[in-house]
Nanobody
Framework: VQLQASGGGLVQAGGSLRLSCAAS????????MGWFRQAPGKEREFVAA????????HYADSLKGRFTISRDNAKNTVYLQMNSLKPEDTAVYYC??????????????????WGQGTQVTVSS
């Protein structure tokens, strides 16, 4: 499984970005998918996750209401819509795949494959 994250960039505080993560393989619809982020000098932290069907989602408590995860299984792609961005959202954002019809998880150890990350920078 190969994951390619894109959509990062520089945005002003209060702005929006939509990240995409395209996955290879014909069994994308069986993967739970997650987004994590890592800011400089900090540990990787959970952002959001979505079940294999898209029917269940899970968010970091601090991000509920601003970030929305979704997926399009026909396009083998998962998205992260980020609104009302803050400077503290600045980080490298990673997508990850959890194989095998799993529920959405906030634990990085549950994920089997990781993308390369996309940089998000929010200026004040």
């Amino acid at each position: 499984v190969q994951l390619q994250a894109s959509g990062g960039g520089l945005v002003q505080a209060g702005g929006s970005l939509r990240l995409s993560c395209a996955a290879s393989g014909r069994t994308f619809s069986t993967y739970a998918m997650g987004w994590f982020r890592q800011a400089p000098g900090k540990e990787r932290e959970f952002v959001a996750a979505i079940s294999w069907s898209g029917g269940r989602t899970h968010y970091a408590d601090s991000l509920k209401g601003r970030f929305t995860i979704s997926r399009d299984n026909a396009k083998n792609t998962v998205y992260l819509q980020m609104n009302s961005l803050k400077p503290e959202d600045t980080a490298v954002y990673y997508c990850a795949a959890d194989l095998g019809y799993k529920p959405p998880s906030g634990y990085a150890s549950e994920y089997d494959y990781w993308g390369q990350g996309t940089q998000v920078t929010v200026s004040s």
